[in-house]
């Protein structure tokens, strides 16, 4: 069976600061892994995903990830955070059919 | 191109009551999911749909109903609503292809709030 787990519910990053999001995962088969992105009052959007190959994935604005199997992780890091980072990030992987297991998600502020 | 639409985008119930959730998408993908949304469980799925025709349950199915008599439509029964149900609930498709599995088109969500 596939889970996720992300550490923190709650983040708060001043604009300009480095932003972590971690996650770990446990898989039965080689996961795919993928970070979602919620904006307040909307669906949830791709950010970026681990297939298979390089270890380290580029996501949409600014975004990046690390895959680490010795480590089950797939952290997320932004270098600079910006206002508009303020949302909700989950962390998900596949099932062995393709449906997405979620972690419970990391709120993030982002304080001028 | 509209993605994935759904429809109402709020709704409060009585309990008892019934009510429909439509999902529509225009991207010919093969794969649709219901999921619901709570504050600090993630996402949740509830059913989905992997064509026309068929459903499966998924991590949390009762109480719920879903039919997909046309390749673009999921709909989303609650039969007799309970307070339980009240959450933001999710739509989502995706293709047949493997390689993008995982890679899910959302709608905006629906709020529903049973009383």
């Known amino acids: 069976a596939q889970s996720v787990t992300q550490l923190g519910s709650h983040v708060s990053v001043s604009e300009g600061a480095l932003v972590l999001l971690r996650c770990n995962y446990s898989s039965s088969v080689p996961p795919y892994l993928f970070w979602y992105v919620q904006y307040p009052n909307q669906g949830l959007q791709l950010l970026l995903k681990y297939t298979t190959g390089a270890t380290l994935v580029k996501g949409i604005n600014g975004f990046e990830a690390e895959f680490k199997k010795s480590e089950t992780s797939f952290h997320l890091t932004k270098p600079s955070a910006h206002m508009s980072d303020a949302a909700e990030y989950f962390c998900a992987v596949t099932d062995s059919w393709g449906k997405l297991q979620f972690g419970a998600g990391t709120q993030v502020v982002v304080t001028p | ?115």
């Open chain 2, 1 to 115: 191109n509209a993605g994935v639409t759904q429809t109402p985008k709020f709704r409060v119930l009585k309990t008892g009551q019934s009510m429909t959730l439509l999902c529509a998408q225009d991207m010919n993908h093969e794969y649709m999911y219901w999921y619901r949304q709570d504050p600090g469980m993630g996402l949740r799925l509830i059913h989905y749909s992997v064509g026309e025709g068929t459903t499966a349950k998924g991590e949390v199915p009762d109480g719920y109903n879903v039919s997909r008599l046309k390749k673009q439509n999921f709909l989303l029964g609650l039969e007799s609503a309970a307070p339980s149900q009240t959450s933001v609930y999710f739509c989502a498709s995706s293709t047949l292809n493997f390689l993008d599995r995982g890679s899910y088109t959302f709608g905006s969500g629906t709020r529903l709030t049973v009383v």
